[in-house]
């Protein structure tokens, strides 16, 4: 890139970075009000952004750039966390509907700046509480959802058309995300100003995470109707949360989680394309979610590369134009892989420096583990610890003063290039097992071949076979293993929250009308059997307080189940 280019960037960032200030400055999004200047701890000042000096020639810089520009390596706004800070969101549910409501209150009121719903196993594969299958498991994993009614509960005295909701399911995702929108009709809200994400993301389920319900069309099918609805009804909403957390947990490589999701993210897009619908409408619904893992300076760079990665495709395989068609938006999670039973509290100093690398790499929005989330559930005490977590970083540390403060470090520039080179070439692999020049016909046969599961299972063996040869240190597990410490009190779910849901639910069914609900569930199956968009139909049988159960089971009756191939 030559000296001109750099100083034209230079200038282009300059204006946007004046204009988006002026904006805050005068009350607009972000703050009005707001001081822009920045200085250490000691009183100096501190310039918004850090490049090559005037007059410099950097042949790569184009790869680099500057904040807010194409390629977005160094994030997507001018103004970094200047303007706009990451959002503190909690991920949070365990017991029933009002235990995770108290629960809510208390993130928000201590500063938390959003919401995630964490669903309880039976929730999260579509199944009732009252169900054979769910017996013991209600409300231990997180909260549990049956009805729309259970949502008004979630939800009661949080209104829903000022605080954004992520909820992290997939396989029930569209009946879920039908009864936030009764919950929030019924509290008065117009649900066309609803903002939040919903994960729905059923590629990383036959991936990684195994939380699917029906076969691999019918679940696309149902992602394309979301698609189509929220583009057309709740343009703020974002459909879909594609996630490589979930990957990464399962023990692939940083390498791996970068390239699997984004093939994930490029497949929708593919799907929204199929389906008519315009990609600068679309694209900017997608956001994705990762794991911040404990090699601090890889994790940066993979957040850098996936940004990257994502404007180019967008732009030059799939025709977007506007720069949020562009952007990837992201959540990221501290590792809960990384948290071990032994010297728990040695994860607050983990989750501290993985939550730093999701900052450094530019993070839109960050949850924090507790401690305790190895051996259960958070605590009220673990929870806020957690919470502070990202707190002390945004008000203390001074690191969100410059945006990419580590943009141009010989090291960190290396390791985004190498990951997106790695990554570049497993979207090669991907297109090659299709056979017909698509992601997603890649996909679909890697997820029938078992090959992503084959490659995530040799990552995850590497890395054990480095821990028990003491290759890879863990404090307190493999190196430093004697302390102090006693036992952490840890959070336990009562049975008697198991057998109060299932009298509550029993209930409700006694009181609603079951020949509306018999005709919405009739209904859905005839739609299922046609093209026609099966959101409103399940939102009808969700305001006629059709269960979660009696949903997927209609649309199982019509599209079957899942049985993932055999491996050996």
Avoid at 120 to 131: A, I, K, N, V
Avoid at 205 to 220: D, G, N, R
Avoid at 334 to 346: D, E, H, K, R
Wanted: glycine letters at 10%; hydrophobic letters at 40%.
């Amino acid at each position: 890139m030559s000296v001109e280019d750099i100083e034209a960037g230079r200038g282009r960032w300059q204006e946007r970075y004046e204009a988006a200030a002026r904006k805050i400055r005068s009350g607009g999004p972000g703050g009005g009000g707001q001081d822009f200047r920045r200085t250490t701890i000691s009183g100096d000042e501190v310039a918004p952004v850090y490049g090559p000096p005037e007059g410099a020639d950097l042949p790569r810089f184009d790869r680099i750039g500057w904040p807010g520009e194409f390629p977005y390596t160094r994030g997507l706004y001018a103004t970094g966390y200047r303007g706009r800070s990451w959002t503190i969101r909690q991920f949070a549910g365990f017991g029933n509907a009002q235990q995770t409501n108290e629960r809510y209150k208390m993130i928000l009121a201590n500063g938390g700046g959003g919401l995630s719903v964490a669903f309880d196993m039976p929730t999260l594969m579509g199944r009732d509480s009252d169900e054979p299958q769910s017996l013991g498991e209600v409300g231990h994993c997180g909260v549990a959802i049956d009805s729309a009614a259970d949502m008004d509960v979630l939800f009661a005295g949080i209104p829903l058309g000022e605080v954004t909701t992520s909820m992290t399911i997939s396989g029930p995702a569209v009946p879920i995300f039908c009864m936030y929108l009764v919950a929030a009709e019924r509290q008065g809200v117009d649900i066309a100003s609803l903002n939040g994400t919903l994960q729905t993301d059923i590629f990383k389920e036959y991936i990684a995470q195994k939380e699917w319900l029906f076969p691999p069309q019918p679940h696309l099918r149902l992602i394309g109707d979301l698609m189509e609805f929220c583009v057309k009804e709740i343009p703020a909403y974002k459909p879909l949360s594609v996630s490589g957390y979930h990957i990464r947990e399962a023990g692939s490589t940083a390498a791996q989680e970068l390239a699997f999701t984004l093939a994930d993210g490029f497949g929708y897009v593919e799907l929204g394309l199929s389906r008519g619908l315009d990609v600068d409408l679309f694209a900017p619904g997608l956001s994705f979610f990762f794991d911040a893992h404990i090699d601090f300076f890889e994790e940066i760079a993979k957040f850098r590369a996936a940004r990257r990665i994502w404007a180019r495709w967008l732009r030059d395989v799939y025709g977007a134009k506007t720069e949020r068609a562009q952007w990837l938006r992201f959540h990221t999670q501290t590792a809960g892989v990384s948290l071990t039973a032994q010297q728990p509290y040695n994860n607050v100093v983990r989750t501290a420096v993985e939550a730093l690398a999701a900052v450094l790499g530019g993070t839109n929005s960050l949850h924090t583990n507790a401690l305790d989330e190895t051996l259960a559930l958070p605590s009220e005490q673990s929870a806020e610890i957690a919470l502070r977590t990202q707190q002390v970083l945004r008000e203390e540390t001074e690191v969100a003063n410059v945006a990419d403060p580590l943009g141009g470090s010989w090291y960190v520039e290396a390791l985004t290039d190498r990951l997106e080179a790695e990554a570049e070439e497993t979207f090669a692999r991907i297109k090659d097992m299709g056979g017909d020049g698509t992601i997603t016909s890649g996909l679909l046969r890697g997820i029938e071949d078992g090959w992503f599961m084959a490659e995530i299972a040799e990552a995850a063996f590497d890395y054990q076979q480095a821990l028990e040869k003491g290759e890879k240190k863990i404090v307190g597990v493999n190196a430093h293993t004697s302390t102090v410490t006693g036992e952490v009190e840890i959070l336990r779910v009562s049975h008697e929250v198991e057998a109060e849901q299932v009298r509550v639910l029993a209930e409700r069914r006694k009181a609603r009308s079951r020949t509306e609900v018999d005709a919405a569930l009739r209904r859905l199956r005839e739609v299922a059997r046609t093209e026609q968009n099966a959101v409103p139909v399940i939102l009808e049988a969700a305001r006629a307080e059709a269960t979660l159960g009696e949903i997927c089971g209609a649309l199982k009756e019509e599209w079957g189940d899942y049985r993932e191939p055999a491996m050996f």
